[in-house]
């Protein structure tokens, strides 16, 4: 079977059963041919800094469709299973247990300017990344390679820091993912935004920012007849019912969507649904690292305090998929471990006595822009409007800010993630002591323990093991609510095919096709 054929089986098999407790259904996969041509408008979520790919993210709810698009990718993953596939690399191995790799390209790749994308430019995208001064968000992921060395034009050797067999997740999930031309980068920020030069499926025509990025086809792009559509034209919006509307009225072609409600809203108006379903969650972090939430009583209270079937009423109309524990049924690390328990007498109890202390809790909960993060804000302020001896105010702020707050820690409470279909990298960037996306400041030692021995480990029963000690800490810390699994989805239009993501739903543009 081919890999297309292999992504749609997954579409059809990633569908999700529509009942009042399981959330929307992914619509049906596509089930004619592709058809070349035409051009598609697609609403995105988040307006990007920069055309870097050290500037972009790759998750669904953020850069990755323009990611892909500019770049290609060198693999990708079978989101329900985490197995790796490979697209512009040919093999990504392991002898020793994940101390070293060496990457495989395909011969006679070629950026979008003539140039060669070989291990050289691999080497110089993926050294460069692991620079605190370049500004990526993915330095840790980088940061886990102590050095690489070119053997020849398509092999480059990858020697890791400390054994990571896994390290195939953090590459697809990532930036490491997108390789641009470091002759290009090379020219500078400006002069690189103003002409991107990667190997995707598509180049930038023109850049609008705070409106529209026009791309058009890549005829040199090394997976022929692929990309199927001529034209992409990216929007933004942040408001989900907004982005809904649009491709209900026939303004847009396909959105990336974030919300629970919106899927059900838009299979109800007749349009196409998909969504990669993952374990973890959506989260809300408190900041461990300052009062009240350097104090686990604080935590514990609020936590006992919120009742996640009203906010997944308020959030998502009832049409999400809760996150009781850590790892979904299907995963081979679930075990049956209660992520939190709602528990209004004790949450009161601790906030008395917290403020019998001289500690009453008193937080700001510091929300970004879009429909989906405020109104998850708003209503724990609302739930512990209930509650004597907490106050929640609820400030709201740019998408900029947001991120300056994850590297600033400047917040009290904020919305988070640790999603993931294999829990490398995600989970330990999320909860180790050491990492820079550690938005709650958890600083565990047993906790550190288990997620570094879920990472080093080869068997699946070791990794269980280790994951299971993870989540009894995770209980017991309380770092953060685990508000609901996520729905990284697309929504279409009954016309468009070729619907098939990989990662942290990461959709890719040069499978999108449309029946005239």
Known sequence: MSRRGRFLALALAAVLPLSACGGPAAGPADPGRPVAGGSARVLQITEPRGLDPAALSNEYVLTAFLGNALYGTLMVNDPKTGKIEHTMAEGFATT????????????????????????????????????????SSYVHEASMIASTAVLDATTLRVTMAEPVPNYAQAVVTSSLNWIASPKALRAGQRAFDEKPVGAGPFTLESWARQDAIELVRNPGYWDAPKPY??????????????RLNTVVSGGADVAIETNWGNLAKAR??????????LNGGITVAMNTRRAP???????????????????????YNGENLAAPTLFTDSSPFH????????????????????????????????????????????????Q???????????????????????????????????????????????????SRRNLA???????????????????????????????????????????????????TGSNVGGVVQYGHGSLLPEELWIQP
């Open 335 to 382: 075990t049956d471990l209660p992520l939190a328990r709602t528990d209004k007498a004790e949450a009161q109890r601790l906030f008395d006595e917290l403020a019998a202390e001289g500690k009453p809790v008193s937080f700001t909960f510091t929300s970004g822009p879009t429909t989906e993060i405020r109104a998850i804000a708003e209503n724990v302020q609302a």
């Open 384 to 434: 512990l409007s209930a509650f004597d001896n907490v106050h929640v105010e609820v400030k709201v702020v740019d998408i900029t800010k947001v991120l300056a707050l994850r590297s600033t820690y400047d917040f009290d409470m904020l919305v988070g993630s640790a999603y993931f279909a294999d829990p490398e990298t995600r989970l330990w960037t999320a909860f180790h002591g050491d």
């Open 229 to 242: 559509l001529d034209r992409l034209t990216l929007r933004t919006s942040s408001d989900g019912s907004q």
């Open 293 to 315: 939430f350097d104090d686990v009583r604080a935590r514990r209270a609020v936590a006992a305090a919120l009742d996640p079937r009203a906010m997944g009423v308020s959030v």
């Open 441 to 491: 400041g958890i600083d565990d030692d047993r906790l550190d323990a288990g997620l570094q021995r879920g990472r080093t480990a080869t068997s699946t029963g070791e990794r269980k093991a280790a994951y299971e000690e993870v989540q009894k800490r995770l209980i017991e810390l309380v770092p953060a609510i685990f508000v609901s699994r996520p729905a990284p989805s697309v929504i």
């Open 96 to 135: 020793d247990g994940g101390a070293t790799f060496e990457l495989s390209l395909r011969p006679g790749l070629r950026f979008s300017d003539g140039g060669p994308l070989d291990a050289a430019a691999v080497k110089v995208n993926w050294d460069r990344l692991k620079d605190p001064a370049t500004g």
């Open 268 to 277: 109800e108006a007749g349009l196409n649904t998909q969504l990669v379903p």
